[in-house]
């Protein structure tokens, strides 16, 4: 797989070799103060978990609210042949609402006594070159790779500490290679708590054309494992307000080293499996309907997790579960709706429904669950506060046994209120 791999961006660089632009970001580069960004991101979240069927003396509900801030820094790029550059993070978290009883829905770290901390802040930084299109950033940073992705579904997101170089020196041709050592949750603060040993990766993203894109990666993460990953992406217009996208993703993971799962099921120490997706959307004016199907094949779940908690680039990855476990098979049907067709824009819907089967949890091979999740989302277009967001999101999850997350039925209530500010 490797040998097809590089053979494949290979031929995309030599197939892009005409494409090469005559100038370069770097030679359009206005200094390191002229080019910077300053932005802050407030995020206001409450977050509802009802067990609905635990066992007597086990905790039925957790609810927990909110306040998270996101600054970001980013730098322009010194003028010159190579530009040099800084990026600056900082996030705090504030608890508006939470109790000893209804603590751990994931948005705050934990004090001694196991009540949810009032507060919790954490900073960082990068320093940044370029040559040409080509940026090499080291130290803290935000991830986006299909295998290593940083998550932001709490309050405050993960931040990956290590090297990364992303290179866009052929038009439609993006390649990245990684070396990171460190890993932070969302809900903590302490240096690398999720216990990252090493992980390295290198891959790229290659656009044939503007409706077809392919992407390639390979990750190897220290004691844990190593992954081959491979999309195809193929968007079909049919006129001007219909169209067809469909979208293909795999992984092939194989344990390394010591094998070390975040979560271990009896009799299953090694990861050997593939887990794929394939997905189609039909969009016709303000309707988007969508079906898809995932299937894992092998030994083991699909593990992710110590290398980003985003890493799960899988169609039926959704709101509660992720339907990734051994054997398991699932079919997902989703529909969109965009307001803006109907004269409100900035309000959008969306209703899926997912059912897995055939999973082998450990205590049985025929682990049937399934998801129904509701999102509404309306964001403000104009006024003083444009870019104002709120959101509803609403979970229902069902298993045939408490293997999934301890439980078996969970309803599951978010409520996001976000606010981005540019500031430069």
């Given amino acids: 797989m490797r040998v097809m791999k590089w053979s494949m961006i290979?031929?995309?660089?030599?197939?892009?070799?005409?494409?090469?632009?005559?100038?370069?970001?770097?030679?359009?580069?206005?200094?390191?103060?002229?080019?910077?960004?300053?932005?802050?991101?407030?995020?206001?979240?409450?977050?509802?978990?009802?067990?609905?069927?635990?066992?007597?003396?086990?905790?039925?509900?957790?609810?927990?609210?909110?306040?998270?801030?996101?600054?970001?820094?980013?730098?322009?790029?010194?003028?010159?042949?190579?530009?040099?550059?800084?990026?600056?993070?900082?996030?705090?978290?504030?608890?508006?609402?939470?109790g000893k009883g209804r603590h751990s829905t994931g948005q705050f770290p934990t004090d001694s006594d196991g009540r949810a901390q009032d507060e919790f802040s954490e900073a960082g930084g990068a320093v940044k070159l370029r040559i040409s299109d080509t940026v090499l950033k080291f130290g803290d940073q935000f991830t986006a790779l299909p295998?290593?992705?940083?998550?932001?579904?709490?309050?405050?997101?993960?931040v990956a500490q290590g090297t990364l170089i992303t290179s866009n020196e052929i038009k439609g041709l993006t390649l990245n290679a990684g070396h990171f050592t460190a890993l932070n949750a969302q809900s903590e603060t302490f240096h690398d708590s999720l216990h990252l040993k090493?992980?390295?990766?290198?891959?790229?993203?290659?656009?044939?054309?503007?409706?077809?894109?392919?992407?390639?990666?390979?990750?190897?993460?220290?004691?844990?494992?190593?992954?081959?990953?491979?999309?195809?992406n193929w968007a079909l217009p049919l006129s001007d307000k219909q169209g067809l996208v469909f979208d293909f993703n795999i992984y092939d993971t194989?344990?390394?080293?010591?094998?070390?799962?975040?979560?271990?099921?009896?009799?299953?120490?090694?990861?050997?499996?593939?887990?794929?997706?394939?997905?189609?959307?039909y969009n016709i004016g303000a309707h988007t309907f969508t079906l898809a199907y995932q299937k894992v094949h092998g030994d083991g779940d699909y593990g992710y997790g110590v290398d980003g908690g985003g890493t799960i680039f899988l169609a039926n990855s959704v709101a509660r579960s992720d339907f990734n476990a051994e054997d398991e098979k699932s079919w997902q049907a989703r529909y969109d709706l965009n307001f803006a067709e109907f004269g409100v824009p900035g309000l959008t819907f969306m209703t899926r429904y997912v059912r897995g089967s055939d999973a082998n949890t450990g205590s049985t091979s025929n682990g049937k669950e399934w998801e129904r999740d509701v999102d509404v989302k309306y964001v403000l277009q104009e006024g003083p506060a444009k870019d104002l967001s709120f959101r509803v999101r609403q979970a229902t999850y069902r298993?045939?046994?408490?293997?999934?997350?301890?439980?078996?039925?969970?309803?599951?209530?978010?409520?996001?209120?976000?606010?981005?500010?540019?500031?430069l």
Wanted: aromatic fraction near 10%.
């Fill in 10 to 98: 290979a031929l995309a660089v030599a197939a892009g070799t005409s494409q090469m632009a005559v100038a370069s970001s770097q030679d359009d580069s206005k200094g390191f103060l002229e080019d910077s960004k300053l932005n802050v991101k407030t995020r206001m979240l409450y977050f509802s978990r009802d067990f609905r069927n635990n066992e007597p003396g086990t905790q039925s509900r957790v609810e927990e609210t909110g306040l998270g801030f996101l600054g970001t820094y980013e730098s322009g790029f010194t003028q010159g042949v190579i530009g040099v550059g800084v990026d600056a993070i900082g996030m705090l978290g504030v608890k508006l609402d939470s």
């Fill in 147 to 158: 295998v290593l992705a940083t998550d932001d579904s709490r309050l405050l997101p993960e």
């Fill in 198 to 232: 090493q992980a390295d990766v290198v891959g790229g993203t290659y656009a044939f054309t503007d409706n077809l894109s392919t992407s390639l990666y390979y990750s190897k993460v220290e004691d844990y494992w190593r992954k081959y990953y491979a999309n195809l």
């Fill in 254 to 281: 194989k344990s390394d080293g010591q094998g070390l799962q975040r979560a271990e099921k009896d009799g299953v120490t090694k990861l050997d499996n593939q887990a794929y997706s394939l997905s189609g959307a």
């Fill in 399 to 423: 298993s045939s046994d408490g293997v999934y997350y301890g439980s078996s039925s969970i309803d599951e209530l978010r409520l996001i209120v976000e606010y981005p500010l540019s500031i």
